[in-house]
C-alpha cells in the first residue's frame, strides 16, 4: 500500500484522507497537538471535549511517560469527559526505531483496565514506521467505534446492539450477506450493516432514514401507495402468511411488526379492512390498511416502511414507493383523473345507521356489526371496488353530526364525494343532512348522494320544508338512494358512490341515470312522485348518459 505521508506534521489543522482502498469513507481529519511545555490544563481539557478521538503518545524508550499514561493522562481525560465516557482513546508507543523490544506486553494490560483504549500501536516519528496506521486506527475509533456495540468487561455485545441486529436479521432473513463479525478492533463490517439499516453512531434509527426530507404534499394532492409499495407490502405478506392461509393470524401478525418498536395495528384496524370468517386479516384487507394508513397520514407509512426494511433491502428510500397525486382542481379541469383512492364522508345524525352502511362495504350484516364493540369500531373502512373495470379504493368516513347547528371542520368537508344519511323513519332526520348540504355543498365541486336509510321501517313525512325527492330535485341532485341494512348488504350503492368520486362533473348526467332508474323504487318509499313520473327520460337517459361515460373514459386512457 503507497500511502504518502508529509514529513513535518504541522502543530494544527492537517488533512489527511484515507485513500479509498483502506475504507470507502474519506475523512477529513483535524489535528491538534498538545504538549504540556505549550499549552496549559485548560486549553487541553476544552480540546478533549471537542474532540472525536485521543491519541495519548508515549515513548517506548522512556517508562516514565508509559507510567504517566494511567498515572496523568487516562485520569485526567476522565475527570474532563466523565468516568463512563466513550471518546475513543488510542495508546501510541513513538520511538520505536530506538528499542529493539515491544511495550504491547504492558499496553495490553493497561488496554484490559481502561475500556476506552480502543487500540495501541507502536510507531516512529522519525522512520514513519505505523504512522499512517495510527491515524487509520484514530479514525476508525471515530466512524466504528466499539462503545455502543460491545461491553468489554462482559464480552458481550450491547442491548441496543443485540436489538438491531435482530432486527436487521429477521429483515435480511438470516440472509448470507449479514454474516456478522465483532471482535475488537472489526468492527467495519458490523458499522456498515447498521448504518445501512439506518442506525446512527448510538444505534437508534436516524430521523432521515425513518423520514425522508423531500416528501412535500402540496394542498389538494393525495398520497398514495404506488406498484412498488404494494409490491413490497405483498412480499412481507406472503413471507410472514407461514401456513400460506391468505390471512394473517393473531401470532403472524405480530410476527411481522417485530422489527417495529410498537404493534401499531389494535382491534380497530381490523373493523375497518376485509377479514376472514375468524376476524384474520386477509390480503387485500391488509392492503387496503396501508393503503389508508398512506392516505390519512403518509409519514407513518413512511416511519413504519423503513422499520419493515423497505430501505435496507436497496439503495432506494421510502418516497421511491408512494405517489403523490395531482392537485383535484387540476383533475377538475381535465376532467379526468389518475387517482385510485377516492375519500367519501359519511355524514348524518349518530342514529341515522351509518355505522352499519359504512361496514356494509366490507360486506357485514346488520348482526354482525352488532357484535362489535364500539370502543373497537373504525370511523374509517375501505375496500376495493370496480369503477368500469378498474379496480379503484374506496374510503368510508364516518362523520356524526350531534346537533342540527353543528359546523363541520374543513377537513370533515373536503373529500371526493359526500353520502348525507338519514332515517326513512324519524322526521326530525332530514333536516340535519340537508342543512349540511345547504351550508357545505351546495356550491362546492363535491358530488354528494343523499341515502334514504333504515328503508326496511315505515317511512314518514319529513318535518322539513321540502320533502327529501323535492330537495334533491330542487337542487339538481339524484334522488335519495333507497338504502336497508336489514338484508345482506348490496354492493351496488358503493360502487356507486366510487363512481361519482371518479367522475364528479358527471353529476347532471348521474341525475339523469337515477331518475330514470329510480322513478317506481321512489314511488313506492317516498310517496310525492307526480313530478318525477312526468319526467319521463326513460332508456334515452341511459344511453345519453352512457354516451357521456365513454368519452370520458376514452380521454382518461389518453
Ligand atoms: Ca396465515
Not at 392 to 408: F, M, S
Request: hydrophobic share 35%.
Amino acid at each position: 500500500m503507497v500511502w504518502k505521508f508529509p514529513i513535518q506534521v504541522p502543530l494544527r489543522a492537517e488533512e489527511i484522507t484515507i485513500p479509498p482502498d483502506v475504507t470507502p469513507e474519506k475523512v477529513p481529519t483535524h489535528i491538534v497537538d498538545y504538549s504540556e511545555r505549550e499549552q496549559n490544563v485548560e486549553q487541553l481539557r476544552a480540546e478533549v471535549n471537542r474532540s472525536d478521538v485521543i491519541c495519548i503518545v508515549y515513548s517506548v524508550e522512556d517508562e516514565d511517560t508509559l507510567d504517566r499514561v494511567t498515572g496523568h493522562w487516562l485520569p485526567l481525560i476522565r475527570s474532563t469527559l466523565g468516568q463512563q465516557h466513550q471518546t475513543p482513546v488510542i495508546l501510541v508507543g513513538n520511538k520505536v526505531d530506538l528499542v529493539d523490544y515491544s511495550t504491547m506486553e504492558i499496553v495490553l494490560q493497561t488496554m484490559m483496565e481502561y475500556p476506552e483504549i480502543e487500540t495501541c500501536v507502536e510507531c516512529s516519528a522519525r522512520t514513519l514506521k505505523n504512522i499512517s496506521e495510527m491515524f487509520y486506527y484514530a479514525q476508525k475509533a471515530v466512524l466504528h467505534p466499539t462503545a455502543p456495540l460491545y461491553i468489554l468487561e462482559e464480552r458481550d455485545l450491547t442491548e441496543k446492539c443485540k436489538k438491531a441486529l435482530i432486527r436487521i436479521f429477521k429483515l435480511t432473513s438470516g440472509a448470507s450477506s449479514c454474516r456478522l463479525f465483532i471482535q475488537r478492533g472489526r468492527h467495519e463490517t458490523t458499522w456498515t450493516v447498521l448504518r445501512r439499516f439506518g442506525y446512527n453512531d448510538n444505534l437508534q434509527l436516524t430521523k432521515d432514514y425513518l423520514f425522508p426530507p423531500s416528501l412535500r404534499v402540496p394542498p389538494g394532492c393525495s398520497t398514495e401507495l404506488n406498484h412498488a409499495g404494494y409490491s413490497f407490502l405483498t412480499n412481507l405478506f406472503e413471507k410472514y402468511d407461514r401456513d400460506n392461509d391468505g390471512n394473517l393470524s393473531p401470532q403472524e401478525l405480530i410476527d411481522l411488526f417485530s422489527t417495529c418498536p410498537v404493534m401499531p395495528w389494535g382491534p380497530d384496524v381490523l373493523n375497518s379492512v376485509h377479514t376472514n370468517e375468524k376476524g384474520w386479516i386477509t390480503l387485500q384487507g391488509y392492503l387496503a390498511q396501508w393503503t389508508l394508513w398512506t392516505l390519512l397520514d403518509v409519514q407513518r407509512t413512511l416511519e413504519y416502511f423503513a422499520y419493515l426494511g423497505y430501505s435496507g433491502t436497496g439503495d432506494d428510500n421510502q418516497l421511491s414507493a408512494i405517489t403523490i397525486t395531482r392537485e383535484k382542481r387540476i383533475d377538475l379541469q381535465k376532467k379526468q383523473t389518475m387517482r385510485n383512492v377516492y375519500q367519501c364522508h359519511v355524514i348524518g345524525p349518530r342514529d341515522s345507521g351509518k355505522t352499519t352502511f359504512c361496514q356494509g362495504l366490507l360486506g357485514r350484516s346488520l348482526e354482525e356489526v352488532q357484535e362489535i364493540p364500539e370502543e373497537k369500531l373504525s370511523r374509517h373502512t375501505i375496500s376495493t371496488l370496480q369503477v368500469y373495470g378498474q379496480e379503484k379504493y374506496l374510503v368510508l368516513h364516518d362523520i356524526d353530526v350531534h346537533n342540527i347547528t353543528d359546523a363541520l371542520m374543513p377537513n370533515e368537508v373536503q373529500c371526493d364525494v359526500a353520502c348525507l344519511v338519514y332515517d326513512v323513519s324519524n322526521p326530525k332526520a332530514f333536516e340535519y343532512v340537508a342543512r349540511i348540504y345547504l351550508k357545505y355543498f351546495s356550491e362546492s365541486s363535491i358530488p354528494v348522494l343523499f341515502v334514504a336509510n333504515k328503508s326496511d321501517m315505515s317511512p314518514v313525512r319529513q318535518d322539513y320544508i321540502l320533502q327529501p325527492t323535492a330537495f334533491c330535485h330542487k337542487h339538481k341532485l339524484p334522488p335519495p338512494h333507497i338504502f336497508s341494512s336489514a338484508s345482506q348488504p348490496k354492493k351496488d350503492i358503493y360502487t356507486k358512490l366510487a363512481t361519482m368520486a371518479a367522475y364528479p362533473r358527471f353529476q347532471a348526467a348521474w341525475m339523469l341515470f337515477y331518475r330514470s332508474r329510480h322513478l317506481k323504487q321512489l314511488g313506492v318509499v317516498v310517496g310525492e312522485h307526480s313530478t318525477w313520473l312526468k319526467v319521463g327520460l326513460g332508456v334515452a337517459a341511459i344511453a345519453a348518459f352512457a354516451l357521456l361515460l365513454a368519452r370520458a373514459l376514452r380521454s382518461g386512457e389518453r
